[in-house]
């Protein structure tokens, strides 16, 4: 049962999961091919082999190597859930970004609250500063005029 499908199309459009390969199964530049999940809309959990790749440079290249590992597609009530549970870890994923990013705000805004209470307790000590050095400043210019009626 040969099926055509773009191996570049499935690639990119699935959540793709890999895991090792036990059968040997070589890709067209020889090189062991990958068991890679599937997560689109007509083959959500779907195997295939698709080639690994070789590193170029800072890329990798690939001879675009694909082959169903699981000869039947999904079907029924298994393709329906298998949908479903897509759609879950999907939400969960978002889920996660999401308290990750509150996460990141809410240690901010402590940084910011420390940094606040840091400032605040200079600004008394500066005040404190500024005002006993007027409390001397008046105390120096009255004896310097005390000194000066004598």
């Known amino acids: 049962m ?3 499908v773009n191996f570049q199309s499935v690639y990119s459009q699935s ?3 890999s895991s090792s390969d036990d059968n040997g199964v070589l890709c067209d530049c020889k090189r062991k091919a990958k068991v890679v999940r599937a997560w689109t809309r007509e083959n959500p959990g779907r195997r295939f082999y698709g080639c690994s790749g070789y590193r ?4 990798c290249e690939s001879c675009n190597f ?3 590992y699981d000869v039947e597609k999904p ?3 298994q393709h329906l ?3 479903e549970a897509r759609d879950i870890i999907r939400e969960q994923k978002a889920e996660i970004a999401n308290l990750r990013t509150k996460k990141e705000k809410d240690e901010q805004c402590e940084a910011l ?3 606040v209470l840091i400032l605040n307790e200079r600004s008394y000590v500066l005040r404190n500063v500024l005002v006993a050095s007027a409390v001397g400043f008046g105390v120096a210019v009255g004896g310097i005029m ?3 009626k004598w």
């Open 113 to 115: 609250k420390r940094e």
């Open 2 to 4: 040969s099926e055509s």
């Open 146 to 148: 005390v000194m000066s």
């Open 56 to 59: 170029v440079g800072n890329g």
């Open 81 to 83: 859930a298998l949908q």
């Open 15 to 17: 959540a793709i999961s």
């Open 66 to 68: 694909f082959r169903w």
């Open 75 to 77: 079907h029924g009530w």
